[in-house]
C-alpha cells in the first residue's frame, strides 16, 4: 500500500510541479491583491510584450507586500508595481522617506532596483462618512482623534506596518482600537454603518462613489507613495527591448487616470486587461463593461477546468505525501510514548501556525513561489489528522491479538503487517479523509502565491469587493470537499463489506 502510495504521490508531484514550471523564463511580473496593482501589472505586461519573444508571465494577488517582496528577493517574479513610500519604509525600514537615487543605493546589495515612477501618488489616509464629518466638524486627523467614539475598521497590512497604525496612532494620540478587515469589504462595512472611519489608497474609485471624506494629514505623517517599478538588476540586460518599453511609461499615469482605470475595474467590471489595453491604446472608444454576466456564467466559466485540476493537484499531492511521512512516523513511534507525544506535540504546532505567515516563510526558505511552497503548507497541515489516527488506530488493536500473534511466533513486522495494520486500516483512512477535507479548504489559500486552485476567483473577489466571484470559487470547493467525502464513504463500506465476507 506504501509503495503504490508513493508511486503515485511522485506521478503527481511532477505533473503539477511541470504544470507549474516554465523552463524558458519569461518575464515574470508580479501584483499585490488590490485592484490598482492587478491593473498595474498587465498595464506593464502588454507594455512589454510586443518587444518579447514570448508573452510575459503575470502572476496576480501574491498577497500583501512581505510576500510579493519575498517573491522579487528570491528570483519568482523579476518586477512589480511597487510605492516608494512603502520600499523606504516598509522593505527597507528607514525612518524617514527617501529619494529614489537613496533607495537605489539601499536596494542594490539585494540584487534589486527601484525605477520608471509612472506619474501619480497613490498615498494612505483615513476616511470616514462624509455626513458624520460634517455634523462632527471633522476635517483633520487631529479632529478625529478627539472623536475615540468613532470606530475604526482598518486593513490588516496597514495595522501591521512600520508606516502605518502604529506611528499614525502614537502621532495623533488616537484611543481608538482598530478592527482588522480586508480592505475591500471595508467599503461595505463602512457603508453599511459597521465602522465609521476606515483606512483608503488616495486613489480608491469607490471614495466618491460612497461619498466618504478623507481627512487632512495636518501634521504631515504619511510620505508620498509614487508609484514606481521594484524590479531585480539583471532585467535590463535580460529583456534590454522589453525594459526601454517600460521606461516609456514614466511620468504617464496621473492621479485621475488612476482613479479612473480603477473605478473601470470596481464599479464597472471591466476586466484589469481590458482596462490596461484600453489606455495604452489611448482608444476613444473603451472597452465597455457590458451586461453583467449570470452566476452560472461565471460559476461555470472558461477558466473552471483549469482551477479544478490545480486545485484537485494540490490536495491529492500533499494528503499522499503527508500520508507517506505521518503513516510511517505514526508506526515507529507507537511503542514509544515519549516520543510519540513529541511528534504529535509538533505537527499540532504545525497547525496553529498562521497559513499567509507560513507561506512566506516558505518563500524566503525556498527562494520560490507558485506550486512548491504551497504543496509544502499542506501537507504541513494535513500531517496531524494521518499521524493521530494511525497511533490512535494503532492502540485500538486488542492486546489479546497481539499476545495471540506473539505465541504463534510471529515477527514484529510479521504482526504489524498482517494484524495491527489491516485492523488499524479503517481509522487511518478516517484520519486521511480528515486531512483531504481541511486540505480542499485551506488549498485556497495557494492563489495567494500564485498556485492557482479556485483560490484565484475568491482572492480576486475579495480585491473587488465582487461577493459573487468569491461564490463562485467557493462553491466549487465546497463541491469538491463533498465529492471527497462521498468517495471516502464509499471505500468505507468496501472495506467494511470486504472484512464482514
Not at 270 to 290: E, H, K, M, Y
Request: hydrophobic letters at 50%.
Amino acid at each position: 500500500m506504501m509503495k503504490r502510495l508513493a508511486c503515485l504521490a511522485v506521478v503527481l508531484l511532477s505533473v503539477v510541479t511541470a504544470l507549474a514550471t516554465d523552463a524558458s523564463a519569461p518575464l515574470r511580473i508580479g501584483s499585490k491583491r488590490f485592484t490598482e496593482s492587478y491593473i498595474l501589472a498587465q498595464l506593464l505586461a502588454q507594455a512589454a510584450a510586443p518587444q518579447l519573444a514570448q508573452a510575459p508571465q503575470v502572476k496576480q494577488g501574491l498577497g500583501n507586500t512581505a510576500i510579493v517582496y519575498e517573491a522579487l528577493r528570491s528570483g519568482s517574479i523579476d518586477l512589480y508595481p511597487e510605492y516608494a513610500g512603502t520600499i523606504a519604509l516598509e522593505i527597507l525600514k528607514s525612518s524617514a522617506p527617501m529619494s529614489l537615487d537613496a533607495m537605489n543605493r539601499a536596494l542594490a546589495p539585494l540584487g534589486l532596483g527601484a525605477a520608471i515612477p509612472l506619474g501619480f501618488n497613490d498615498g494612505y489616509a483615513l476616511a470616514l462618512r462624509g455626513a458624520d464629518a460634517a455634523r462632527l466638524g471633522i476635517r483633520t486627523l487631529s479632529d478625529l482623534a478627539r472623536h475615540p467614539e468613532l470606530r475604526l475598521g482598518l486593513s490588516n497590512e496597514f495595522i501591521g506596518r512600520a508606516d502605518g497604525w502604529p506611528g499614525l496612532a502614537q502621532r495623533y494620540g488616537f484611543k481608538q482600537r482598530p478592527t482588522g478587515l480586508d480592505h475591500g469589504l471595508a467599503y461595505d462595512a463602512i457603508a453599511a454603518g459597521q465602522i465609521d472611519v476606515m483606512d483608503i489608497y488616495t486613489t480608491d474609485a469607490r471614495i466618491a462613489h460612497l461619498g466618504l471624506a478623507v481627512l487632512q494629514d495636518d501634521r504631515n505623517y504619511f510620505p508620498r507613495y509614487d508609484a514606481l517599478v521594484l524590479y531585480r538588476l539583471d532585467v535590463p540586460q535580460r529583456f534590454p527591448p522589453a525594459w526601454k518599453a517600460l521606461q516609456a511609461l514614466q511620468g504617464r499615469i496621473d492621479e485621475a487616470s488612476m482613479i479612473a482605470m480603477n473605478a473601470r475595474a470596481e464599479l464597472q467590471g471591466v476586466a484589469f486587461d481590458a482596462i490596461a489595453r484600453d489606455w495604452l491604446a489611448r482608444t476613444s472608444n473603451p472597452t465597455q463593461a457590458g451586461a453583467h454576466p449570470a452566476f452560472a456564467a461565471r460559476l461555470f466559466g472558461p477558466d473552471l477546468g483549469r482551477l479544478t485540476a490545480q486545485h484537485l493537484g494540490l490536495v491529492v499531492v500533499s494528503v499522499l505525501l503527508a500520508a507517506l511521512v505521518a503513516i510511517p512516523l505514526g508506526v515507529l513511534s507507537f511503542p514509544h510514548p515519549r516520543t510519540r507525544a513529541l511528534l504529535l506535540g509538533m505537527t499540532g504546532l504545525l497547525q496553529t501556525v498562521p497559513s499567509l505567515a507560513l507561506l512566506a516563510a516558505l518563500i524566503w526558505l525556498l527562494g520560490v513561489i507558485g506550486v512548491v511552497p504551497a504543496l509544502v503548507a499542506l501537507t504541513l497541515y494535513a500531517l496531524l489528522p494521518i499521524m493521530r489516527n494511525c497511533v490512535t488506530g494503532l492502540g485500538e488493536v486488542p492486546d489479546g491479538l497481539r499476545d495471540a500473534a506473539t505465541a504463534l511466533g510471529m515477527t514484529n513486522a510479521q504482526r504489524l503487517r498482517s494484524i495491527e495494520l489491516p485492523l488499524a486500516l479503517p481509522t487511518v483512512l478516517a484520519g486521511i479523509r480528515i486531512a483531504t477535507s481541511i486540505g480542499i479548504g485551506t488549498a485556497t489559500i495557494a492563489a495567494f502565491i500564485g498556485a492557482g486552485g479556485f483560490g484565484e476567483r475568491i482572492v480576486t473577489g475579495l480585491a473587488l469587493n465582487d461577493g459573487e466571484l468569491m461564490l463562485a470559487g467557493a462553491i466549487p470547493a465546497a463541491a469538491l470537499a463533498l465529492a471527497s467525502e462521498a468517495l471516502f464513504e464509499l471505500s468505507e463500506r468496501w472495506l467494511r463489506r470486504r472484512r464482514g465476507a
